[in-house]
């Protein structure tokens, strides 16, 4: 019998043997295929969205709560070879209609310039391509500017409020304070700025619309504005928060690019000359950030810490001087403290639970030397609430109310 009629009557005896396994091969060959498509359908669909949602944007500046100066992003880009910046003022805010029917409580406003990307895409994909103009400053690109007033919004904004173009909306935004959030010393109404704006255009996810740099999987409701005329309304004129960065480059780079372009005036700091050739750093926030105080210590000689706080009322026996201002003197770690400006000499080592008056307050209290003074203030509790405590000193000395007794800067 010949080779090939001994095959093929073998496959025919075991024809159903085979025809199973042929189908299973070709089962399992259909599931892989559908994976690796499915898989590769996912993946796109990933890459999209994240496209959608953060552009080509690499590197942030800012933490949403600090303004510096909006030149920032240029200083930046003249510093590092084809680094683009893009400034903004990010905030939170809640969109209502006008009459309250329908609200979105969790909303991101954008303050952005207008004006030309500055390659093929521009960092951010928002709108038609537009040739490169400029390329060492970098703006969103919009392809006509939003005028003041108006603004443009999200699909995520038109589908839940069921708006078009020529609709009138009402934001709630937080206005920037010198108070860090978690102090309750100014009642929210004070914290918040009501805008009115016109809706002139809705965006695609395509279209920048759907911009987030936070995780989540629902879709971002966005609102664009003119930063300058946000700028204008929360009295941050020339000041954006937001610095958005793509250069292509290590983050290393820009980061020593950064230490070498910015000034003390991008985080509110200033100097003040003092008496007795020292300087006083001084904030427009009303306490220093944990990392400025940080940088401080390492600085040699020394520096003088200095705390404020607005009391209550300073009490001794049934006499009271209300609404007090008590500053503190310090070193900033263990080293001790310098003593800049005289103070060591006017005041003397104060000890613990000690108290030093001025002769003005002491008189008013009719207090003198070893007198037990108490202090009542207001901390923060529960709810944002604010709840009065006390604390005894004894007063150590009394000063005349001449230079560090009278001295108003003392105060932030």
Same mark, same amino acid.
């Not at 025809?19 to 259909?30: C, D, E, I, N, Y």
């Not at 690109?141 to 078009?164: K, M, N, Q, S, Y």
């Given at each position: 019998m010949r080779a090939a009629r001994l095959v093929w009557r073998s496959l025919a005896?075991?024809?159903?043997?085979?025809?199973?396994?042929?189908? !299973?091969?070709?089962?399992?060959?259909?599931v892989l295929t559908g994976a690796l498509t499915l898989g590769d359908s996912v993946r796109a669909s990933l890459a999209r969205a994240a496209r959608n949602r953060s552009g080509e944007i690499e590197a942030v500046l800012g933490n949403g709560e600090r303004f510096f100066r909006a030149d920032l992003g240029a200083r930046l880009s003249a510093r590092v070879p084809g680094l683009e910046a893009a400034v903004a003022i990010q905030l939170p805010a809640v969109v209502a209609l006008p009459d309250g029917t329908r609200r979105i409580g969790d909303a991101q406003l954008l303050g952005v310039d207008p004006g030309l990307p500055a390659g093929p895409a521009?960092?951010?994909?928002?709108?038609?391509?537009?040739?490169?103009?400029?390329? !060492?400053?970098?703006?969103?690109?919009?392809?006509?500017?939003?005028?003041?007033?108006?603004?443009?919004? !999200?699909?995520?904004?038109?589908?839940?409020?069921?708006?078009?173009?020529?609709?009138?909306?009402?934001?709630?935004?937080?206005?920037?304070?010198?108070?860090?959030?978690?102090?309750?010393?100014?009642?929210?109404?004070?914290?918040?700025?009501?805008?009115?704006?016109?809706?002139?255009?809705?965006?695609?996810?395509?279209?920048?619309?759907?911009?987030?740099?936070?995780?989540?999987?629902?879709?971002?409701?966005?609102?664009?504005?003119?930063?300058?005329?946000?700028?204008?309304?929360?009295?941050?004129? !020339?000041?954006?928060?937001?610095?958005?960065?793509?250069?292509?480059?290590?983050?290393?780079?820009?980061?020593?690019?950064?230490?070498?372009?910015?000034?003390?005036? &991008?985080?509110?700091?200033?100097?003040?000359?003092?008496?007795?050739?020292?300087?006083?750093?001084r904030s427009d926030q009303v306490f220093l950030a944990d990392p400025l105080v940080d940088a401080l210590r390492a600085l040699e000689p020394p520096a003088l810490g200095l705390l404020t706080y607005f009391v209550n009322g300073l009490s001794h026996g049934a006499r009271t001087t209300p609404y007090s201002t008590v500053a503190s003197l310090g070193g900033l770690d263990a080293r001790p403290a310098p003593d800049l400006v005289g103070w060591r000499s006017a005041l003397g080592e104060i000890g613990a &639970?000690?108290?030093?008056?001025?002769?003005?307050?002491?008189?008013?209290?009719?207090?003198?030397?070893?007198?037990?003074?108490?202090?009542?203030?207001?901390?923060?509790?529960?709810?944002?609430?604010?709840?009065?405590?006390?604390h005894a000193f004894r007063l150590r000395a009394v000063v005349p109310t001449l230079g560090i007794g009278a001295d108003r800067t003392l105060a932030p």
């Open positions: 005896f075991h024809a159903h043997a085979h025809a199973a396994t042929l189908a !299973g091969v070709l089962a399992a060959s259909a521009g960092l951010f994909a928002l709108g038609p391509p537009l040739p490169p103009l400029d390329p !060492g400053v970098f703006y969103f690109p919009f392809l006509h500017p939003i005028r003041r007033d108006e603004t443009w919004i !999200g699909a995520e904004v038109a589908r839940v409020l069921g708006i078009e173009p020529g609709a009138e909306l009402v934001l709630r935004v937080p206005r920037p304070s010198e108070m860090t959030k978690e102090l309750a010393l100014a009642s929210v109404e004070e914290a918040i700025l009501p805008l009115r704006v016109k809706v002139t255009r809705v965006l695609t996810d395509e279209e920048f619309g759907a911009f987030s740099l936070e995780a989540g999987a629902g879709p971002r409701a966005n609102l664009f504005v003119q930063r300058e005329w946000l700028a204008e309304r929360l009295a941050v004129v !020339g000041r954006a928060n937001r610095a958005f960065l793509r250069s292509g480059q290590d983050l290393g780079t820009v980061e020593r690019a950064l230490r070498e372009v910015w000034e003390l005036d &991008d985080v509110g700091l200033t100097w003040r000359e003092t008496p007795a050739a020292s300087r006083e750093l &639970d000690e108290i030093v008056l001025n002769d003005w307050t002491a008189r008013d209290l009719a207090a003198e030397p070893g007198d037990e003074i108490a202090l009542r203030y207001f901390v923060l509790g529960s709810g944002r609430a604010l709840e009065e405590r006390s």
